[in-house]
């Protein structure tokens, strides 16, 4: 029998199997990269609050033997996660406080971020939402009604940002459902999906997203999470490619972190990099002073000097804004340098 080249419709897609794979043990990441089985790890009991996750074809961007790899240090458990720093709590931005309901969170004009799910495919250590309970307050929940019903009865809402957790983790269908939900209010005009999949399970670009992505009214936008050159290899690019030929534009947000991109060089290698595959830089954050990533902290003064140096070096365009998230701001916190 000869197979069929297309996925039947029961079947699932590819990438949910490439996510099944995913690296979940420290010590088998460990053994593919060839670094040292003893190296300092957080330990299970708090380990399993946030487990360790990467796919395995993020693993194979990073260098084998080096645990200073820029790509290994976003993902990898240390031991200074344990050590409690005094000004880094929880709930580092406020979001909790502006959580409206059906996992709306409003707070700024004209947009809202919808909580869609809290799933990833990777664990990015420093994450400003590894404490969110987001077993409350998903909007996926109930086929997005409660959510739905915020926005519709919202008529200043024209712009939708999926988020969570990563969007991408929901299936195409329950995201198609959404995307033609919103479809019907009137006032929403563009839907923003904030996703670090395309970076790191590329294979989450099929037929099947691009399906719903392509179609329909509402212009949409995708805003990805790139934090150093050495995440985008061909995969990534190949990848990216038909959202470019269906004109939605790419931007990207990045976070500043110590022993990954804090230099200009990393900067400014990353900036062309995604140039290179039709990515603008948009936000460079400073880090959110959540419980735990104290490790990975730039001081204000130091992410300033970076941001001249960068400046001086590279053309407007590709120089990121440089932000802070302030609890109760109207906007992301522009700081000057
Ligand atoms: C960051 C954020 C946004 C998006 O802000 P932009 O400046 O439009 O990119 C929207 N809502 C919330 C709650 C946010 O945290
Ligand atoms: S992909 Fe985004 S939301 Fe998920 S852990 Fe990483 S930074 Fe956090």
Same mark, same amino acid.
């Given at each position: 029998?000869?197979?069929?080249?297309?996925?039947?419709?029961?079947?699932?897609?590819?990438?949910?199997?490439?996510?099944?794979?995913?690296?979940?043990?420290?010590?088998?990441?460990?053994?593919?990269?060839?670094?040292?089985?003893?190296?300092?790890?957080?330990?299970?009991?708090?380990?399993?609050?946030?487990?360790?996750?990467?796919?395995?074809?993020?693993?194979?961007?990073?260098?084998?033997?080096?645990?200073?790899?820029?790509?290994?240090?976003?993902?990898?458990?240390?031991?200074?996660?344990?050590?409690?720093?005094?000004?880094?709590?929880?709930?580092?931005?406020?979001?909790?406080?502006?959580?409206?309901?059906?996992?709306?969170?409003?707070?700024?004009?004209?947009?809202?971020?919808?909580?869609?799910?809290?799933?990833?495919?990777?664990?990015?250590?420093?994450?400003?939402?590894?404490?969110?309970?987001?077993?409350?307050?998903?909007?996926?929940?109930?086929?997005?009604?409660?959510?739905?019903?915020?926005?519709?009865?919202?008529?200043?809402?024209?712009?939708?940002?999926?988020?969570?957790?990563?969007?991408?983790?929901?299936?195409?269908?329950?995201?198609?459902?959404?995307?033609?939900?919103?479809?019907?209010?009137?006032?929403?005009?563009?839907?923003?999906?904030?996703?670090?999949?395309?970076?790191?399970?590329?294979? !989450?670009?099929?037929? +099947?997203? &691009? =399906?719903?992505?392509?179609? $329909?009214? #509402?212009?949409?936008?995708? *805003?990805?999470?790139?934090?150093?050159?050495?995440?985008?290899?061909?995969?990534?690019?190949?990848?990216?490619?038909?959202?470019?030929?269906?004109?939605?534009?790419?931007?990207?947000?990045?976070?500043?972190?110590?022993?990954?991109?804090?230099?200009?060089?990393?900067?400014?290698?990353?900036?062309?990099?995604?140039?290179?595959?039709?990515?603008?830089?948009?936000?460079?954050?400073?880090?959110?002073?959540?419980?735990?990533?104290?490790?990975?902290?730039?001081?204000?003064?130091?992410? !300033?000097?970076?941001? +001249?140096? &960068? =400046?001086?070096?590279?053309? $407007?365009? #590709?120089?990121?804004?440089? *932000?802070?998230?302030?609890?109760?701001?109207?906007?992301?916190?522009?700081?000057?340098?």
């Amino acid at each position: 029998m000869i197979p069929s080249p297309t996925t039947p419709r029961q079947q699932a897609p590819a990438w949910q199997h490439a996510l099944r794979e995913a690296f979940t043990r420290p010590d088998e990441l460990l053994r593919f990269l060839e670094l040292d089985p003893d190296l300092p790890a957080l330990g299970p009991a708090r380990l399993r609050a946030f487990p360790l996750r990467v796919p395995r074809g993020f693993a194979r961007r990073m260098r084998k033997g080096d645990a200073q790899d820029p790509l290994f240090r976003q993902v990898w458990p240390a031991t200074a996660e344990g050590v409690s720093a005094s000004g880094f709590t929880v709930d580092a931005v406020g979001d909790l406080r502006k959580l409206r309901s059906g996992g709306i969170i409003h707070k700024y004009h004209g947009r809202a971020l919808l909580v869609a799910t809290g799933a990833c495919a990777i664990h990015c250590r420093y994450c400003f939402r590894r404490h969110f309970p987001y077993g409350e307050h998903l909007a996926a929940r109930e086929h997005w009604q409660a959510a739905l019903e915020t926005i519709a009865a919202d008529s200043s809402l024209h712009e939708i940002i999926l988020s969570g957790g990563d969007p991408l983790s929901l299936s195409d269908d329950k995201l198609a459902e959404l995307a033609d939900a919103l479809e019907a209010i009137p006032h929403v005009r563009r839907l923003r999906v904030h996703t670090r999949q395309p970076i790191v399970l590329p294979e !989450r670009i099929d037929e +099947r997203l &691009l =399906a719903w992505l392509g179609r $329909g009214r #509402l212009t949409k936008l995708m *805003v990805l999470h790139v934090n150093h050159a050495n995440e985008i290899d061909a995969s990534v690019v190949t990848a990216l490619q038909p959202l470019r030929a269906l004109g939605i534009p790419l931007l990207n947000q990045s976070v500043l972190l110590r022993g990954v991109n804090d230099s200009v060089d990393a900067l400014a290698q990353l900036s062309e990099r995604l140039f290179e595959c039709g990515i603008l830089p948009y936000y460079l954050h400073l880090l959110d002073r959540v419980q735990g990533a104290a490790h990975f902290e730039v001081e204000e003064s130091r992410a !300033r000097a970076l941001m +001249r140096g &960068l =400046a001086a070096r590279l053309p $407007g365009y #590709l120089v990121p804004r440089l *932000v802070r998230e302030e609890p109760g701001a109207t906007a992301k916190t522009s700081i000057a340098w």
